[in-house]
């Protein structure tokens, strides 16, 4: 059965004829009038949308009238005018701040070509069978689900389509993108299978690494509902409350780099000009553009919502999401022992460009052989290496020629393959050669008998100190360089473990 459609917010008072109508009237008049004449109880009307005739008058009784009295600051109207060429906009705050009730006040002014995805969109799954498609489907959704807010019951959750609907609403192109980036999150393959191979009439089911989706676990059927009403281009607008239900941190940060990234958005999502996210997830913050988080409050009974203004107020969002424990944030993703400051400026250029995604922490022993310093100072701080997670994650990088302490770095808990000794003796000689040259005039092969580990490193009458060599050949360094087998041997490393 179509329902009728609450137009907006305002009543009317039926005049005797019932041709002919007062208002409109906010509730606020509305109760006001009624306190001065009791006898307009019965005939308060409001409009409504009927899918038969159109605009037309229902009568409500006045103990009916759905009373809705929080407040929104901004105004709901604001906010959307706002956000309107943003791409992303993530609300995050306290249970019952008032997130969810934004995204729902919001899908109530978009129209049916916002997706309001609601927490309750967990369905069982089995096959998919062929049906034919209904063109007005989406439509009715949204009408079903503007009723329940019509009449005030905003805190209702609506599932509103079945996985097998949502995944056979999709043309074949669809399916075939939703498979394809499903399965990256997951580090499966998935595909479309039918039940009886030699029947053509035999309904399909999805696919995982050789099991059907319906013996999957709820948090894969969550990832395929979410994925599969992103990937409708019937929707221009995705609201989606929660979308870390069900998903692992892993997935969690890949699935936000997809909807956030611009150019993993357009590669799958390109009809949707934008995204709206309520989290209680820290790994669904947008890190691509700060001011696109919202900070949600409840001040009595008005919704108080504002954006991140600095990275002081971003990482103070992350520390509270996490449960203000701090030792989980706010932490390198790794940390290289190195002995001196010509190390230091190469190194952080070169991890700069080869780890760009990771924030690698540089500790400077200060002096040959002060490695093992340093890592005694590490281990002290993290109450013993053996037992730290942070252990495949701490490097030490020294010259050969003092390799005799790494006996007692590795009792101090460092990996032994996370100790790299340049064989060379001295960084410079791992700068690529073509900067060296370019720096003293020369060609590569000029530097075949030059001390580049020397106090004062003379070719052709020039000298340069080590530290004003490195000034000069870091700014040089690109991605493109040729690092040679050890340097490129530890990049790997450092690469494999803040993976």
């Keep these: ?58 009568a409500i009784r006045y103990s009916n009238i759905p009373r809705f009295d929080v407040m929104f600051d901004p105004p709901i109207e604001g906010i959307i005018s706002m956000r309107s060429q943003a791409l992303t906009t993530v ?29 309750n969109r967990f369905s069982q799954f ?50 075939d993108a939703l498979f394809d980036l499903a399965g990256r999150l997951l580090g499966s393959i998935v595909s479309l299978k039918k039940t009886e191979e030699n029947n053509r009439m035999s309904p399909w089911y999805v696919d995982i690494d050789g099991q059907s989706l319906k013996y999957s676990s709820s948090g894969t059927r969550l990832l395929f509902t979410l994925l599969g ?50 989290t209680h997830s820290h790994l669904f913050l947008d890190r691509y553009a700060l001011s696109n988080n919202f900070i949600v409050e409840k001040m009595g009974r008005t919704v108080k919502s504002r954006a991140i203004s600095s990275v002081a107020e971003f990482h103070e969002l992350q520390f509270g999401m996490l449960g203000n424990d701090f030792e989980h944030i706010f932490m390198p993703a790794a ?26 922490s540089l500790v400077v022993a200060h ?38 302490k790494k006996p007692s770095i590795l009792r101090q808990g460092v990996i032994d ?32 008998d030059v001390n580049l580990s020397a106090d004062k490193i003379t070719v052709n009458a020039m000298s340069l100190s080590k530290m004003e060599l490195s000034r000069l050949v870091v700014p040089r360094v690109t991605i493109d360089d040729d690092l040679g087998p050890e340097l490129t041997s530890f990049l790997h490393k450092v690469r494999s473990a803040t993976a």
Aim: charged fraction near 25%; glycine fraction near 8%.
């Design 1 to 58: 059965m179509l329902r009728r459609e609450r137009i907006q917010n305002e009543y009317f008072f039926g005049e005797g004829d019932g041709q002919t109508f007062r208002g409109p009237f906010t509730i606020e008049q509305v109760d006001k009038m009624i306190r001065a004449d009791e006898s307009l109880e019965e005939k308060i009307v409001r409009q409504v949308r009927d899918p038969g005739f159109g605009v037309v008058y229902e």
């Design 91 to 119: 609300f995050s705050g306290p249970n019952n701040s008032g997130k969810s009730l934004i995204l729902k006040h919001f899908f109530a002014q978009l129209g049916p070509r916002a997706n309001l995805l609601t927490c």
């Design 126 to 175: 089995d096959v998919i069978n062929s049906r034919a498609s209904d063109p007005n489907e989406r439509r009715l959704l949204y009408e079903n689900m503007a009723g329940f807010q019509s009449h005030g019951r905003y805190h209702e959750d609506v599932n509103s389509r079945q996985l097998d609907q949502i995944i056979s609403g999709l043309n074949d192109e669809k399916q």
């Design 229 to 278: 009403n992103l990937f409708d281009d019937y929707y221009q607008v995705a609201l989606i409350d929660e979308p870390e239900i069900g998903l692992s941190p892993r997935i969690q940060t890949a699935l936000a780099r997809a909807l956030y990234d611009q150019n993993t958005r357009l590669a799958y999502f390109p009809h949707l000009k934008q995204i709206f996210v309520v």
């Design 335 to 360: 940390l290289v022992v190195i002995e001196g400051p010509c190390d230091t400026a190469f190194l952080a250029r070169v991890l700069t460009l080869h780890v760009p995604d990771r924030r690698v």
């Design 367 to 404: 002096g040959d052989g002060g490695a093992e310093a340093r890592v005694r100072t590490l281990s002290e701080g993290f109450g013993g290496l053996q037992s730290s997670p942070y252990r495949p994650r701490i490097f030490v990088v020294f010259d050969a020629k003092h390799s005799a």
């Design 417 to 448: 393959e996370n100790i790299i000794e340049w064989t060379m003796n001295g960084i410079e000689w791992y700068y690529p050669k073509e900067h060296v040259a370019a720096i003293f005039k020369c060609t590569a092969s000029d530097l075949a």
